[in-house]
C-alpha cells in the first residue's frame, strides 16, 4: 500500500507547516500554548513520516516532507507575518515546488 504511505507523508509535512508556525507563535518556546502545540505537531509530523518511510525512499520522503515544509512556511510566513513576496523568493519556492512534483512523479 504505497499510497497510504504517501498520505502519510502529506500529512507529515502539512503538520511541519503546522509546528514551524507554531513555533514562530511561541515566541522561543515562552507561550505555553503555543509552545505545547508546536511540541505535539512536531511528534506527530516525525511519527507519520518515520511511518512513510517504511515505504518510500530516504531521500524521496525526506526530500519531499521538507519541501511541503518549506513551501508551506513561506505561504503562512507571507499571510500571517506579513513576510516580504519578493520574485526571488517567489522563483526560489516555485523551484522547490517542481522539485518535489519531480521526486513525486519519479517515484516507484
Same mark, same amino acid.
Given at each position: 500500500m504505497a499510497w497510504? @504511505?504517501? /498520505?502519510?507523508?502529506?500529512? $507529515? !509535512?502539512?503538520?511541519e507547516i503546522a509546528w514551524s508556525a507554531g513555533m514562530k507563535r511561541s515566541e522561543g518556546f515562552t507561550r505555553g500554548g503555543w509552545s505545547a502545540f508546536t511540541i505535539v505537531t512536531a511528534v506527530a509530523s516525525f511519527l507519520l513520516l518515520a511511518l512513510a518511510m517504511k515505504q518510500l %525512499?530516504? !531521500?524521496?520522503?525526506? #526530500?519531499?516532507?521538507v519541501g511541503i515544509g /518549506? $513551501?508551506?512556511?513561506?505561504?503562512?510566513? #507571507?499571510?500571517?507575518? *506579513?513576510?516580504?513576496?519578493? %520574485? $526571488?523568493?517567489? *522563483?526560489? /519556492?516555485?523551484?522547490? &515546488?517542481? !522539485?518535489? &512534483? !519531480?521526486?513525486?512523479? @519519479? @517515484? /516507484?
Open positions: 497510504l @504511505s504517501w /498520505v502519510y507523508l502529506l500529512i $507529515a !509535512g502539512l503538520l %525512499p530516504l !531521500g524521496t520522503a525526506y #526530500a519531499v516532507w /518549506v $513551501a508551506g512556511a513561506f505561504i503562512i510566513g #507571507a499571510l500571517w507575518f *506579513g513576510e516580504p513576496l519578493t %520574485p $526571488a523568493r517567489l *522563483g526560489s /519556492v516555485a523551484m522547490i &515546488v517542481l !522539485g518535489i &512534483v !519531480g521526486l513525486k512523479l @519519479s @517515484s /516507484v
